[in-house]
């Protein structure tokens, strides 16, 4: 009995310790007595809640989990539903968390509050935004601005990934965070000049509420503002501001911010900058985008574009087989999406094999007929890459949604008309016209149609072939005298008659002359010519006007730079304006011309005789062409020295001076 006692007396001293630490928020040492409690009551079903309780509070979610799980009879789903619920919550266990908490039996405001943000991880936002409605709706505590910044997250990531129209919820805008969350509701629809402004707004409030604060610092203040600034920069982006989008993604990551989500978007953000640029930076940037717990911060479709981006990075940087594993994995994970299959083609043509870039996309054209358009034009493109332009033609021709459009009409009429194939290209403006005849008659597009093949055949000779598109153009509008002219031009060859009758709805002359001011008009900003106004004439001028007219005033011209040697008693060379080798008295360059001036043979030996041994020196040799510059050179044309080839007087003596200059710091000879 007195052991008992001394036990009850101990257990009740324990529990007033738990008691007074969970007060003051000292979750370690309250957990020290829940233990001791347990070494006494084991299956106490208040020392194990107390326990997980306390698990959670210090951040041990796996342990709280497995206390949980371990005494399963003791703690029911009605007693630990919420903890249970929240471990498996904060371990990502998201889907768990969802049948834990949709078995409990009673669902309290708690088990709610978490139901929200279930939902919301596991994006779906119709059933969240309900979830927080009813909140909303059925609760009033302190926390209804926390539920209605929830509420705004959810609206925003509806317009955004969803492009739903978001409604108007009537929240005040009071917080930074409900700012921000509005402006991201406005990107989603593209409204990026008022985002702008609501993020602007968002940032002004954020540090008027944490500058009240005396604990907080600029720094602390920034890392708070930065997701705020990401986002500016992301709308930035979007303007085509790359440069100032850039620079402000930079400052965030000096930040070095906590959050690996915001982290990981703004490295995917410069990579898409960066494109095939600057691909060093982007695979450093690429290490941001694999941290540690990333998956669990960014939505689907979030972690899917960072998936992407990663593949085009790997072709870009030529690893091929990276590439094609990473794209091979996302087509695994999304079949019937575009992106990987577009990725791989790509990677096929850079590797020069286009036809089987081809045959990939005709394989999953065939494979998901709902995405075939999009390929189809992939295929044509690289078909004409190829040259093969009449094979691009066939396959646009075979996306049947597409063959009525103006676009595609005018592609096809382009490219056939390139390939002089007129026939095929007056056969797709007949389909089309045929088609608005049928579904859309008489509506704009329609008669643009029938305008633009009448005008297509008329311009290659076919128009027999554009009476009918004509007449029924003329049918349309019988005030289109221009579509009238156009149908008896066409007439006129093929059947006269019906040609004159037709002239006859032509308006008369009178009717059709204009009233056009023509001073007006030669003064008018776009006249490329102006008629002078004529001034007072007086005296001589006068009679100049009424005896000549008017007379034109020469230009004076400029006389020309003389050469400065020029000799005005001297004739200039009449063939000085010829090369050197076109003029009559140029006869080559003589080989051994500085023989004699060379020494050659034994020290000592002399040239002298080589002179005399020269037979073009003798007073018989006949007289060799002469050399201009040279003094005594004899022209059989001119006994003048051309003015071009004379030397300035000056020239060999500043010549030799220059030879003499010493060099700077040199103080002696050898």
């Known amino acids: 009995m007195a052991a008992a006692a001394g036990g009850a007396g101990a257990a009740a001293a324990l529990w007033s310790e738990v008691n007074r630490c969970g007060q003051n928020g000292d979750f370690a040492r309250a957990l020290k007595s829940v233990n001791k409690i347990l070494q006494i009551s084991k299956d106490d079903v208040t020392a194990l809640q107390c326990k997980v309780v306390c698990l959670i509070q210090n951040g041990n979610f796996k342990e709280a989990l497995s206390v949980i799980n371990t005494h399963t009879k003791v703690l029911t789903s009605d ?34 509050e978490l139901y929200g943000q279930v939902l919301y991880r596991l994006e779906r936002y119709d059933d969240c935004l309900a979830a927080y409605r009813d909140l909303i709706r059925n609760s009033q505590d302190e926390y ?29 805008e009071a917080t930074y965070e409900l700012c921000y969350n509005s402006a991201c509701a406005l990107i989603g629809q593209g409204k990026l000049n008022e985002a702008m402004k609501k993020l602007q707004k968002a940032e002004e409030l954020c540090r008027q509420s944490l500058s009240e604060d005396s604990d907080v610092t600029e720094e602390d203040i920034e890392a708070e503002l930065a997701i705020i600034h990401g986002q500016m920069a992301y709308i930035m982006q979007l303007q085509g501001r790359t ?49 540690e717990g990333v998956e669990h911060k960014l939505s689907k479709k979030q972690l899917q574009a960072i998936e992407f981006n990663k593949a085009l990075l790997a072709m870009y940087t030529n690893q091929a087989d990276q590439c094609r594993k990473l794209s091979a994995s996302l087509q695994s994970q999304s079949p019937e999406h575009l992106l990987p299959v577009l990725i791989q083609a790509a990677q096929l043509c850079r590797e020069k094999q286009h036809a089987k870039a081809v045959g990939l996309l005709q394989e999953f054209a065939d494979q998901h007929p709902a995405n075939a358009a999009e390929i189809k034009l992939t295929m044509a493109q690289l078909k004409i890459a190829q040259g093969s332009v009449t094979k691009a033609c066939m396959i646009l021709r075979s996306i049947e949604e597409l063959q009525h459009k103006p676009g595609m009409v005018s592609a096809l009429v382009t490219m056939y008309s390139h390939e002089e194939d007129i026939d095929s290209a007056i056969e797709v403006f007949t389909q ?35 009476i009918s598109d004509l007449e029924e153009l003329w049918k349309q509008n019988p005030k289109d005298v221009h579509t009238l002219a156009q149908l008896i031009s066409a007439y006129s060859l093929v059947d006269p008659e019906k040609a004159k009758v037709l002239s006859k709805h032509l308006p008369s002359s009178d009717t059709m002359s204009l009233k056009v001011d023509v001073d007006a008009l030669e003064n008018s900003h776009g006249a490329t010519y102006v008629r ?10 006068q009679q100049k006007e009424q005896g000549q007219g008017d007379v034109k005033k020469k230009k004076k011209k400029k006389k020309g730079k003389l050469p400065k040697n020029y000799d005005p008693k001297v004739t200039p060379d009449p063939e000085r304006w010829l090369p050197m080798r076109e003029r009559s008295y140029y006869r080559g360059r003589k080989k051994g011309k500085k023989k004699d001036q060379v020494g050659k043979g ?36 001119s006994n003048v020295i051309p003015p071009r080839h004379q030397k300035p007087a000056g020239a060999p003596a500043t010549k030799k001076k220059q030879q003499q200059k010493k060099k700077k710091g040199a103080k002696g000879g050898w």
């Not at 266990?93 to 669902?107: D, F, G, P, V, Y």
């Not at 209804?144 to 005040?172: F, H, Y």
């Open 79 to 112: 007693v630990i539903a919420f903890e249970k619920a929240y471990c498996e919550y904060r371990l990502n266990r998201i889907e768990n968390a969802l049948k834990t908490i949709q078995s409990a039996s009673q669902q309290t405001d708690k088990l709610k």
């Open 532 to 541: 002078k106004k004529a001034g007072k004439l007086t005296g001589d001028n």
């Open 144 to 172: 209804e601005e926390e539920r209605k910044t929830n509420l705004s997250a959810v609206v925003a990531a509806q317009s955004t990934w969803e492009k739903v129209m978001p409604e108007d919820l009537g929240l005040r």
């Open 432 to 466: 089309a016209i045929q088609w608005y005849q049928q579904f859309q008659p008489k509506s704009p597009v329609h008669l643009s149609l029938i305008r633009e093949a009448a005008n297509f055949k008329l311009k290659h000779g076919r128009k027999k072939e554009a």
């Open 243 to 291: 440069e100032d989008a850039l620079q402000l993604y930079n400052q965030i990551i000096k930040l070095k911010p906590t959050d690996v989500g915001l982290l990981a978007v703004i490295a995917n953000n410069i990579i898409t900058i960066n494109k095939d640029q600057n691909v060093f930076d982007s695979k450093k940037k690429v290490k941001l985008t694999n941290a």
């Open 602 to 637: 034994t020290q000592g030996s002399t040239t002298a005789g080589s002179s005399e041994l020269d037979a073009s020196r003798t007073a018989s040799s006949p007289p060799t062409s002469p050399r201009p510059g040279s003094a005594a050179a004899v022209s059989a044309t």
